[in-house]
């Protein structure tokens, strides 16, 4: 059997940047897609990803062909859109394709190899460790690869890790009510878009139950728009396609516009799966549920969650030791710099999906959560107390008190659940009671909330 130090399933942006932060030191390392090399990276996206990710990582910053556009900020209308907060942050539109490939191209430079045309077919395991993967090669059939550490980067097909028993706890599925169900459309505008910069984002539980919709422009085009719109699963909501076209298609921007591509996909919208290893696995990207649940962000937090996994894997396979204990390094890695802010965004997203079109409305235009309290939120997922507390004071005799007081419960518990997962356990033994705590806050939450 042909035997390799890891072995990625996936490469999307989180099995790409896996394979390139891994290159540099030299693992035997094999990356397969369903997808043949051309098409890495070609899934249904905003495109969108925050400069500051790339800073983080110290990866340089897309240019030329692998970037779309640049954005200087994002503008968030009200379900009336007569309120509009504007938050500024540096950004990129980036060309999905080119840069997973650019990615992975780097790796296989450096020795990586990649088979395309392959899928991941189910784990191998042997003494409660992963060893290898069942793989089904175009024109040569079905192989076995043996592994020292094997990863699951299938985004939400998580094709290895629900192969496995339920008694790993890598296999967490999600509940469909977790999940956003989006589909967008790229096209290509009569007229250049104004302030072409600028993303924007509405929400509307009219438009978009549950999730928002979107136009980003793709600024080096100045009249190509990414367009789209997710709504939350599991909940019998019609179809985002058909919402699209009849609330925002039939808008007069898009008359004479022709489609560049269009397509959907589903994006988990929760928090990070409880661990990111366990006995010779890990899992990243939206496999590892490792998204932003306010806004569905997903690429740069795959990014980090590679690079975390990438430092795990390194120390793993110095000192030969594959198990969840040796590997246990991603999860405080991950959770320290993510997961504690996704859970907290997490409970804001519950709470969000809970208001009518009126709270939202209310709520932004009597500016309970002010432009530069929203960046906050989403940059840290931190909602100030003083921020409701004041927002109390301020708006005291006004209608709606109840949605104030709920505003300051959920701070509290996104204060709480963040608090949790930055004491994440220091050893795989202590998962088990740590995870009872973040259900039994999450349960405590729905039921108050
Ligand atoms: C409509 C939409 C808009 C979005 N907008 C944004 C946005 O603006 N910004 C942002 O940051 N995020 C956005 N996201 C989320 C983002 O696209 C994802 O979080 C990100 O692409 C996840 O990357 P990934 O590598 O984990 O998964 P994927 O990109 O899904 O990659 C998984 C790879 O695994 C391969 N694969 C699957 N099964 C197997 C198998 N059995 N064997 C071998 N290969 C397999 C697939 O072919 C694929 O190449 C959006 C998502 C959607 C659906």
Redesign the pocket.
Known sequence: MVSYDVVI???????ASLAYFLSKDGFKTLV????PFER?GD???????GKHHFDELGLEAPAGELLEGYVRGIDVYSPSEKVKYRVMGDGYEVHRVKYTKYLLSEAINKGVEFWGE???VEPLVKDGYVVGVSVWVKGRGRLEVGSKILVD?????R?IVRRLDFKWPVREDIDPKDMNI???EVRKLKKEVEEPEILRIYVSKKVAPGGYWWFFPYSKEGDVVNV?L?VQGGMNYPNPRDLLHEHVISREVFNGSEVVEAG????PTRRPLKTLVWNGIAV????AYA?NPVH?????S?MLASWCISKSVRHALEVGDTSAKSLWEANICFNKRYGAKQAALDIFRLFLQRLSDEDLEYGMSKKIIKEEDLNTVSLKGDLELSVVEKAMRLLAGLSRPSLLFKLRRVAHYMNDVKQLYMNYPEEPEGLAKWYWEVEKLYSRFKEEV
Not at 9 to 15: D, H, K, L, P, R
Not at 32 to 35: G, H, I, R
Not at 153 to 157: D, I, P, Q, Y
Not at 296 to 300: L, M
């Open positions: 399933v996936g490469s999307g942006i989180a099995g397969l897609d369903v997808k890495l899934k249904p996206c905003g495109d969108a990803i392959s899928q991941g980067a299938s985004g939400m097909a094709a989006a589909y967008r789209g997710g959907g996909a589903a994006v990243t990207g939206d496999a998204v569905g962000g997903g690429k740069g795959a």
